[in-house]
Every structure is written in structure tokens, then in C-alpha cells.
């Protein structure tokens, strides 16, 4: 059993099927498909069952994943260190990220390229649920997420950011004044009763948002549920209804009006998440960039 041969059975569990694999790897499907009849013949077992349709993991497979991450992590983190020792740092860091807070990044990327050249950076956006079960297995490095307090345990975590959300409106929509504050901010229950554009579940945002409503005791029905940021301005900029987003969110659309929210205002904090242990090198150059 050799490395290369854990590597492409990773990322066909990773990419769902030899051809996706072996795009990612840049080999042909056959050389994907024959390395891994090499390997399950070693170990006498199968680790995937194929169909027509899709590749799945057996039991065997199942276990067989995550310790083949573990060694393709520590021969990275063994080149690193000696690549380190030389002056030279190389080394791939998978950052997992979700919408809305990319732009926090690219002066740390900008700064780590500038650095170390030789350090491959992989972006893979998800749902903070999704990123959060990738930093536990091992398919994510770091990520810069909202985590609740729950969601943090196990983690080493560190803010970065603390920010209150607000209520998105189309120009042409006038919220009642018994809705609004003397300082113009409107109450949750009156945003009830409006036509709701809501984030998919798992979303940081509409967790908050969540919580929100229930510390103000107040139901909502959801008219839209979108999984995109953009998707949901253009209902809003459309008039199909509001939604309530992160302040620094709501800036990108600013033809969009702006509602603070009175009371239970949700809110996420933003920060950078990484597994414990000592971080491999590459991950550590990156993480000193990320403030």
C-alpha cells in the first residue's frame, strides 16, 4: 500500500465516482479505476460498491477513508516540516468558508501567496454544518465561519468579528409605522408579518435568525427559502419580500434599503476554526495572515 494509492481512493470518496477522481487528478478514469482494484485486491476486501448510477463506500471503505486522510496528512505535514527546515514552505491547505464572508480573505490569501509561493490554498464553500463535520474528518484545514457556542466544542476557535444583522427591504416597500421604534428600528413581530425571504437550514444566518424569533417569542412563516445571498437580493430587490442578513451582506446590494431591528437583533460572530493539535506549517503561515 503506497500513498498514491490512498489518495485516489480519497478522492473518489470525496468526488463521488472514478471519473470525477480522476478529473481532479488528472489521470484517466482507468488509471483511477485500476488502482483501486489493485488496492481493494491487497487488502481482500471491496471498498466501494459500483453501480450504474453511483459509487458508494462499504463498511470496509468507511474505515479505511478517514485513516487514509491521516497519512496524507502527515506525509504533507513531514514534507512541510523539512521543506520548512530549508527555507521553503510548500504544502496544500483545504480553507473551508461560507457566503457572505469571503471578502475577510483575500488580504490573508494575498499575504500567504507574497510569502510562500509554493503553498497551494483549496476554497471549498458550504453550509457551516457541512464545514463543521469537514473540520472533524479532516477534508477542511481551517475555515472562517459563524459558530454558535455549541458548535465550537472541539475546536480551537478565535474571533474575529461580531456583527449584528438587519432587515432588508426593496426601496418601494414602506413598513408600517407601528412597526417601527422611535428610532426607526422595527420589531420582530412586525417582520413576521411580512413576506420572509429565509436562508436554507444549516445556514449560520438562519440559525441566528432563528434564535431570534424564539427569544422574541414570535412564529414566522417562511415564503421564500433560498441556499444563494444573490438570490436573496433579487427577491427583495423584486419585492417578492424582506430578509433579514448580516450588516456587511445587506452593503453589497446598496440599492437595498436598510432596517435595524429592535430587540433580539440577531446576530453571528465571525472567526477562524481549525481542529486541535499543532496546525501543519502551511496552515499556521496562513492563520498568522488572518486577522
Given at each position: 500500500?503506497?500513498?498514491?494509492?490512498?489518495?485516489?481512493?480519497?478522492?473518489?470518496?470525496?468526488?463521488?465516482?472514478?471519473?470525477?477522481?480522476?478529473?481532479?487528478?488528472?489521470?484517466?478514469?482507468?488509471?483511477?479505476?485500476?488502482?483501486?482494484?489493485?488496492?481493494?485486491?491487497?487488502?481482500?476486501?471491496?471498498?466501494?460498491?459500483?453501480?450504474?448510477?453511483?459509487?458508494?463506500?462499504?463498511?470496509?471503505?468507511?474505515?479505511f477513508v478517514p485513516a487514509a486522510r491521516a497519512a496524507l496528512r502527515a506525509a504533507d505535514q513531514a514534507r512541510s516540516a523539512v521543506d520548512a527546515v530549508q527555507g521553503q514552505l510548500r504544502g496544500t491547505v483545504t480553507v473551508g468558508t461560507m457566503q457572505g464572508v469571503w471578502a475577510g480573505l483575500h488580504h490573508a490569501l494575498a499575504a500567504l501567496r507574497a510569502e510562500h509561493p509554493g503553498v497551494v490554498v483549496r476554497l471549498r464553500q458550504a453550509a457551516v454544518v457541512d464545514i463543521r463535520q469537514a473540520l472533524r474528518d479532516g477534508t477542511v484545514d481551517l475555515a472562517v465561519v459563524a459558530l454558535d457556542r455549541r458548535q465550537q466544542r472541539g475546536l480551537v476557535t478565535r474571533l474575529l468579528a461580531?456583527?449584528?444583522?438587519?432587515?432588508?427591504?426593496?426601496?418601494?416597500?414602506?413598513?408600517?409605522?407601528?412597526?417601527?421604534?422611535?428610532?426607526?428600528?422595527?420589531?420582530?413581530?412586525?417582520?413576521?408579518?411580512?413576506p420572509l425571504v429565509d436562508f436554507a437550514p444549516g445556514w449560520a444566518v438562519r440559525a441566528a435568525v432563528d434564535r431570534a424569533f424564539r427569544a422574541a417569542l414570535v412564529e414566522r412563516d417562511t415564503i421564500f427559502e433560498v441556499n444563494d445571498i444573490v438570490a436573496a437580493a433579487e427577491l427583495v430587490r423584486h419585492d417578492l419580500g424582506v430578509c433579514i442578513m448580516p450588516e456587511s451582506i445587506a452593503g453589497r446590494f446598496p440599492d437595498l434599503t436598510v432596517r435595524r431591528l429592535e430587540r433580539h437583533a440577531p446576530h453571528w460572530n465571525v472567526m477562524v476554526v481549525r481542529p486541535r493539535g499543532e496546525a501543519p506549517p502551511a496552515v499556521a503561515a496562513l492563520l498568522r495572515h488572518i486577522t
Open positions: 500500500m503506497d500513498l498514491r494509492q490512498m489518495e485516489v481512493v480519497v478522492a473518489v470518496a470525496e468526488e463521488g465516482g472514478f471519473t470525477a477522481a480522476a478529473q481532479r487528478l488528472h489521470v484517466v478514469q482507468s488509471a483511477v479505476s485500476g488502482t483501486v482494484r489493485a488496492l481493494e485486491g491487497e487488502l481482500g476486501t471491496r471498498l466501494f460498491d459500483r453501480t450504474t448510477h453511483r459509487v458508494a463506500l462499504t463498511p470496509a471503505g468507511e474505515a461580531r456583527e449584528e444583522m438587519v432587515l432588508v427591504v426593496s426601496p418601494e416597500r414602506e413598513l408600517t409605522r407601528t412597526g417601527a421604534d422611535a428610532d426607526g428600528k422595527v420589531a420582530l413581530a412586525e417582520v413576521a408579518r411580512l
